[in-house]
């Protein structure tokens, strides 16, 4: 992967190999997990992996079906892609961890963490989508390609092998579920530490007034981060920033700018949040 440390490697879950990028070990941390988004694999997530590979060991997978795993045999839904998930936290043996979710990627976290909270530390949540804001579900198409001129222009590269190789008919079918999966009603009701992080750029997400709006419901180990000029692939676009606020959440000190990076990061007080 040309970085010191990492490695790649291909665990058994359900009888097939699913494909895992490995950061360094560290030894005493609780791991982070990347979880990709739709028809994409997790190579556009190694920017802020490798950001917080000094910190834990840190996982990239490929879902079934995505990048370098192969499928079983359908494109699987978000339901059964979160129960590969923990499929791949068991064959790597990790009692717990921290998730960390792009896109549909947030969805499936957000599946773990209610079906198995005691596997979850706490969860990130990086454009968190689907929902009423991503339907109908021509809107949401016409979102996914507003949002293609406002990424850098190096994710193309990156990611369009993944979408080729995906097909349209199950990006087709996929992206409709994603669109009707209830994120922000999921994420109300979260069962563990998450922190919510939103692109002032992205047109997936809704407005942040409405975000505001909800705000009252947030339950108190609920935090929400904006990260201005973002788009939708921040893990890609801005690791600095978002790598910066995932440090700052899981050490329980305030969430700041990271004046290194580019962009601006502010807080949505929603709620406070305190990790076991």
Known sequence: MGRPGWRESRVTVQGRPVFVRRGPEVAGSTPIVHVHGFAVSGTYLLPTARALAHRATTYVPDLPGYGRSPDWGHALGISSLSFALLGILDALEIDRAVLVGNSMGAPICLEVAHSAPERVTGIVLA?????????????????LFRDV??????????????YLRFGPLNATQLFSELTRFPSLERILR?????????????????????VEEVGRLAPPHLTVAVIEGAAHAMNFSHPGELSHL??????????????????????????????P
């Open 149 to 162: 001129p406002r990424e850098s222009p190096r994710l193309a590269r990156t990611v369009l092998p993944d």
């Open 246 to 275: 995932i440090s700052a959440w899981l050490d329980g000190g305030e969430l700041t700018d990271d004046p290194e990076s580019p962009g601006t990061a502010r807080i949505l007080r929603l709620g406070a949040r305190d990790l």
């Open 190 to 210: 979260t069962p563990v530490p998450t922190l919510a992080v939103l692109g002032t750029r992205d047109p997936l997400m809704p407005p942040l007034r409405r």
């Open 127 to 143: 454009s968190p989508a689907g929902g009423a804001h991503n339907q109908p579900f021509l809107r949401a198409v016409a979102q």
